[in-house]
T-cell receptor, first 114, second 114 residues
Framework: DGGITQSPKYLFRKEGQNVTLSCEQN?????MYWYRQDPGQGLRLIYY???????QKGDIAEGYSVSREKKESFPLTVTSAQKNPTAFYLC?????????????FGPGTRLTVL | AQSVSQHNHHVILSEAASLELGCNYS??????LFWYVQYPGQHLQLLLK??????LVKGIKGFEAEFIKSKFSFNLRKPSVQWSDTAEYFC????????????FGKGTKLSVKP
């Protein structure tokens, strides 16, 4: 099946620890995105990548980092600098970045900081 | 600033009632418009999209939306809801053509009583 996988589904972290969320897609899409979803806040863009080895900050990039070493993978690291990391994180991809391109979403990772 | 407003945070309807969820965006230039749905425990998925042409757009599961440029609106409608329509609905707008990112509204939770 083609699609986007995110792991783990649930993640618990102690304060002060960095944690990496996985996102893999087998849709052969060039563009990938990370969003954060909080209750009543909708989705906010953290980072996006249009091509391998290139990525750009979104609206709320502080305290997060990403890499794009392979087309199919776009891991997100939530660092200890992120002041309020407890949230639901969604990864998405599209054929290419742009207005005519539907974004496909993964199932999400729920991160809880203890 | 570019923004997307969804008027209702939580809508509760009985089965067979008609549905209209409001969505307004802030920018007057070229936009592409989307409605996404998130069923409980499932991926965010596309309901429908508008790029150009007929402003009345039909999507999956009997949903439709009308783009009214003069009102900067893209309201979602369904003539008769079912219990299975219980979900969270997100309006999203791409501003600025091919280089734009998606801006999401804060979402509307729809609860349909059987």
């Amino acid at each position: 099946d083609g699609g986007i996988t995110q792991s783990p589904k649930y993640l618990f972290r102690k304060e002060g620890q960095n944690v990496t969320l996985s996102c893999e897609q087998n849709l052969n899409h060039d563009a990938m995105y990370w969003y954060r979803q909080d209750p009543g806040q909708g989705l906010r863009l953290i980072y996006y990548s249009q091509i391998v080895n290139d990525f750009q900050k979104g609206d709320i990039a502080e305290g997060y980092s990403v890499s794009r070493e392979k087309k199919e993978s776009f891991p997100l690291t939530v660092t200890s600098a992120q002041k309020n990391p407890t949230a639901f994180y969604l990864c998405a991809s599209s054929i290419m970045r742009g207005s005519n391109n539907e974004q496909f979403f993964g199932p999400g990772t729920r991160l809880t900081v203890l | 600033a570019q923004s997307v407003s969804q008027h209702n945070h939580h809508v509760i309807l009985s089965e067979a009632a008609s549905l209209e969820l409001g969505c307004n965006y802030s920018y007057g230039g070229t936009v592409n418009l989307f409605w996404y749905v998130q069923y409980p425990g499932q991926h965010l998925q596309l309901l429908l999209k508008y790029f150009s042409g007929d402003p009345l757009v039909k999507g999956i599961k009997g949903f439709e939306a009308e783009f009214i440029k003069s009102k900067f609106s893209f309201n979602l409608r369904k003539p008769s809801v079912q219990w299975s329509d219980t979900a969270e609905y997100f309006c999203a707008v791409n501003y600025g053509g091919s280089q734009g990112n998606l801006i999401f509204g804060k979402g509307t939770k729809l609860s349909v009583k059987p």
